[in-house]
Protein backbone atom coordinates (compact mmCIF):
# COMPACT_ATOMS: atom_id res chain seq x y z
CA UNK A 1 0.00 0.00 0.00
CA UNK A 2 2.56 2.73 0.85
CA UNK A 3 4.61 1.33 -2.58
CA UNK A 4 0.83 2.62 -4.64
CA UNK A 5 0.89 6.28 -2.42
CA UNK A 6 5.02 7.06 -3.63
CA UNK A 7 3.39 5.88 -7.19
CA UNK A 8 0.57 8.34 -7.54
CA UNK A 9 2.76 11.36 -5.35
CA UNK A 10 5.27 10.80 -8.24
CA UNK A 11 2.64 10.51 -10.57
CA UNK A 12 0.92 14.24 -9.00
CA UNK A 13 4.31 15.59 -8.98
CA UNK A 14 5.10 14.77 -12.89
CA UNK A 15 2.35 15.53 -13.90
CA UNK A 16 0.38 18.01 -12.38
CA UNK A 17 2.83 20.32 -10.81
CA UNK A 18 4.30 22.35 -14.02
CA UNK A 19 -0.44 22.89 -14.22
CA UNK A 20 -0.46 23.54 -10.65
CA UNK A 21 1.85 26.00 -10.65
CA UNK A 22 0.53 27.72 -13.90
CA UNK A 23 -2.83 27.78 -12.18
CA UNK A 24 -1.37 29.67 -9.03
CA UNK A 25 0.20 31.93 -11.11
CA UNK A 26 -2.65 33.07 -12.85
CA UNK A 27 -4.60 32.98 -9.41
CA UNK A 28 -2.05 35.43 -8.18
CA UNK A 29 -2.08 37.63 -10.90
CA UNK A 30 -5.83 37.80 -11.08
CA UNK A 31 -5.83 38.67 -7.15
CA UNK A 32 -3.05 41.17 -7.83
CA UNK A 33 -5.44 42.83 -10.38
CA UNK A 34 -8.52 43.15 -8.39
CA UNK A 35 -6.58 44.70 -5.59
CA UNK A 36 -5.22 47.13 -7.90
CA UNK A 37 -8.76 47.76 -9.16
CA UNK A 38 -10.44 48.45 -5.96
CA UNK A 39 -7.18 50.70 -5.24
CA UNK A 40 -7.91 52.51 -7.66
CA UNK A 41 -11.10 52.22 -7.28
CA UNK A 42 -11.13 53.68 -3.71
CA UNK A 43 -8.55 56.74 -4.65
CA UNK A 44 -10.67 57.77 -8.18
CA UNK A 45 -14.21 56.41 -7.93
CA UNK A 46 -15.85 59.38 -7.30
CA UNK A 47 -14.88 60.72 -10.46
CA UNK A 48 -16.57 58.48 -12.35
CA UNK A 49 -20.27 58.77 -12.95
CA UNK A 50 -23.16 57.15 -11.31
CA UNK A 51 -23.56 54.60 -13.75
CA UNK A 52 -19.94 53.68 -14.25
CA UNK A 53 -19.27 53.25 -10.29
CA UNK A 54 -22.32 50.51 -10.29
CA UNK A 55 -21.36 48.78 -12.98
CA UNK A 56 -17.78 48.65 -11.34
CA UNK A 57 -18.59 48.32 -8.29
CA UNK A 58 -20.75 45.11 -9.06
CA UNK A 59 -17.90 43.55 -10.75
CA UNK A 60 -15.03 44.25 -9.26
CA UNK A 61 -16.24 44.57 -5.83
CA UNK A 62 -19.57 42.40 -5.50
CA UNK A 63 -17.89 39.63 -7.73
CA UNK A 64 -20.82 39.59 -10.30
CA UNK A 65 -20.53 37.82 -13.90
CA UNK A 66 -20.96 39.87 -16.82
CA UNK A 67 -24.34 38.16 -17.41
CA UNK A 68 -25.84 39.23 -13.88
CA UNK A 69 -24.77 42.76 -14.27
CA UNK A 70 -26.04 43.02 -18.40
CA UNK A 71 -29.19 41.34 -17.21
CA UNK A 72 -29.87 43.70 -13.75
CA UNK A 73 -28.81 46.96 -15.74
CA UNK A 74 -30.23 46.19 -19.11
CA UNK A 75 -27.69 46.05 -21.10
CA UNK A 76 -25.85 43.73 -23.08
CA UNK A 77 -22.60 41.54 -21.94
CA UNK A 78 -20.56 43.35 -24.69
CA UNK A 79 -21.70 46.89 -23.07
CA UNK A 80 -20.55 45.54 -19.38
CA UNK A 81 -17.56 44.48 -20.62
CA UNK A 82 -16.85 48.16 -22.36
CA UNK A 83 -17.79 49.95 -19.63
CA UNK A 84 -15.36 48.04 -17.54
CA UNK A 85 -12.72 48.26 -19.58
CA UNK A 86 -13.41 52.33 -19.95
CA UNK A 87 -13.67 52.46 -16.73
CA UNK A 88 -10.11 51.08 -15.67
CA UNK A 89 -8.46 52.65 -18.38
CA UNK A 90 -10.17 56.25 -16.99
CA UNK A 91 -8.75 55.01 -13.33
CA UNK A 92 -5.25 54.23 -14.57
CA UNK A 93 -5.21 57.70 -16.28
CA UNK A 94 -5.85 59.34 -13.20
CA UNK A 95 -3.22 57.67 -11.23
CA UNK A 96 -0.77 58.32 -13.88
CA UNK A 97 -0.83 61.92 -14.25
CA UNK A 98 -1.99 61.96 -9.83
CA UNK A 99 -0.09 59.05 -8.65
CA UNK A 100 -1.86 59.15 -5.14
CA UNK A 101 -1.69 55.53 -5.29
CA UNK A 102 1.76 55.23 -5.76
CA UNK A 103 2.31 58.22 -3.08
CA UNK A 104 0.43 55.98 -0.65
CA UNK A 105 1.59 52.78 -1.27
CA UNK A 106 5.09 54.62 -0.29
CA UNK A 107 4.30 56.15 2.21
CA UNK A 108 2.79 53.14 4.06
CA UNK A 109 6.08 51.03 3.16
CA UNK A 110 7.91 53.57 5.25
CA UNK A 111 5.41 53.79 7.92
CA UNK A 112 6.27 49.83 8.28
CA UNK A 113 9.89 50.52 8.24
CA UNK A 114 9.67 52.65 11.06
CA UNK A 115 7.18 50.28 13.04
CA UNK A 116 9.78 47.66 12.63
CA UNK A 117 12.17 50.09 13.62
CA UNK A 118 10.41 51.26 16.95
CA UNK A 119 10.07 47.54 17.75
CA UNK A 120 14.48 47.40 17.20
CA UNK A 121 14.40 50.13 19.93
CA UNK A 122 15.35 47.83 22.76
CA UNK A 123 17.77 46.01 20.75
CA UNK A 124 19.84 48.85 18.62
CA UNK A 125 21.72 52.00 19.56
CA UNK A 126 19.66 54.23 20.13
CA UNK A 127 20.99 57.27 18.20
CA UNK A 128 21.25 55.11 15.21
CA UNK A 129 17.37 53.97 15.23
CA UNK A 130 17.06 57.79 16.13
CA UNK A 131 18.86 58.70 12.51
CA UNK A 132 17.10 55.71 10.48
CA UNK A 133 13.35 56.66 11.84
CA UNK A 134 14.53 60.21 10.91
CA UNK A 135 15.54 59.77 7.54
CA UNK A 136 12.26 57.71 6.95
CA UNK A 137 10.17 60.60 8.39
CA UNK A 138 12.06 63.60 5.98
CA UNK A 139 11.55 61.12 3.06
CA UNK A 140 8.03 60.93 3.53
CA UNK A 141 7.52 64.59 4.27
CA UNK A 142 9.83 65.38 0.24
CA UNK A 143 6.62 62.93 -0.95
CA UNK A 144 3.72 64.95 0.35
Known amino acids: MPEIKK???AVKKKHLTASWDCYMIAEVMAMERIAEQALL???YGELLTSHQKQIYEDIVLNDLSLSEI???QGIS??????LVK????ILADYENKLHLVEKFLSTKEKVN????LIKEYRTVEKE???AQIEQISNEILEEL
Not at 77 to 82: A, E, K, L, N, T
Not at 86 to 89: D, S, T, Y
Not at 113 to 116: A, D, E, G, K, S
Open 7 to 9: DIE
Open 41 to 43: YDF
Open 70 to 72: AED
Open 77 to 82: RQGVHD
Open 86 to 89: RCNK
Open 113 to 116: RINL
Open 128 to 130: ELI
